[in-house]
């Protein structure tokens, strides 16, 4: 059984070598003082950390000091708490992205929960993330790695979440407004955002909720039994309601029009609409969205002649937005 003594020295090596990571040389005088600790108990710790494996150079210089370095074989890794939860999100995400490291991934969160000690053991067991995309790089904004475990907890539990929200349009009613709540379902990272699926019971409908906004309230409510999400996958259920629709995973709005611009031009931009090339400088686009009158903008931003071919409630869209547009023009500052 490990001594107080044992644990303070371990934690310490902790600390140690996530220091020699955040900065290319440490002298050793200002590594004995973020510690705690005189500069010939921070030389028997890096003596220790090279038993380890970790490749830990003496510094020459006025002041000395100490460098981490690249070895030659993986030595064994050592986490403080925050980085052991976020290895294990990184990893549960890595395991659905589809890139081709799923099985590694999952081998690899394997590996470090038989190593972790119970009390996080029993936290990393409780994330449920599901990555219907590979979240973005540098992704904005962050969220506290407590309110996913949280909201991870809620849904392997089956418990009510009730939670403060910030609408991205704040509401006209000033007065303070009563905590919303939903049965948690799924946990999802999509475009490089976190987001929470459930069903709102003081709705009767499923919504989704951005986890950056949500301000969870405690204690969670009542236990509830889940039931099943609008057609059984959760990334189709998720693109379905990006698109505005309900319930089938495709725009509600289509229309199909002539481009007076190479293919070439139209395809980059076209995203999941359908390209056909018709000559040199024309091409034919299907295409939808959420609404006739974002449908009409979107083909305008290709800023060229364009043909409606279908529907017509597409031509009304282009023509209250040739209305608009001409008052816009017309308006004096």
Known sequence: MPTASSTVTSRRLLSLLSLLQVRRDWPGGLLAQRLGVSERTVRRDVDRL???GYLVRAVKGPEGGYRLEAGIEL????????????LAVGLRIAAGTGAGIEEAAARALTTVRQVLPSR?????????????????????????????????????????????????????????????????HHLVVHSGRWY?????????????????????????????????LPGGD????????????ESANTWPCHG????????????????????????????????????????AATLARFDTE????????????????????????????
């Open 75 to 86: 030595p064994p890794l050592l986490f403080d708490d925050e980085q052991a939860i976020a």
């Open 120 to 184: 996080l053991r029993q936290r990393i067991d409780m994330l449920e993330i599901t990555a219907v995309e590979p979240a973005a790089r540098g992704a904005d904004p962050q969220i506290d790695a407590h309110v996913l475990l949280t909201l991870s907890a809620a849904i392997r539990s089956r418990e009510e979440l009730r939670f403060d929200y910030q609408s991205p349009i704040p509401p006209h009613d000033t007065d303070p407004q009563p905590p919303r709540r939903v049965q948690p």
């Open 306 to 333: 364009i043909e409606v071919i279908r529907p017509d409630p597409l031509r009304d869209a282009f023509a209250e937005l040739s209305r608009r547009a001409a008052r816009a023009a017309s308006a004096k500052a």
């Open 256 to 295: 199909e029009v002539i481009l007076d611009l190479p293919a070439t031009q139209v395809a980059p931009f076209a995203a999941d609409g359908i390209v056909e090339e018709l000559g040199p400088t024309r091409t034919r686009l299907l295409t939808g969205s959420w609404s006739w009158a974002a449908l």
């Open 234 to 245: 959760i990334a189709t259920f998720l693109s379905a309601r990006f698109k505005g629709s």
């Open 196 to 228: 929470l699926i459930g069903w709102n019971p003081q709705r009767s409908d499923w919504r989704i909720y951005r986890a950056d906004r949500m301000t969870l309230r405690v204690p969670n409510g009542p236990r509830f039994t889940p039931r099943p």
């Open 50 to 52: 090279r038993e380890l």
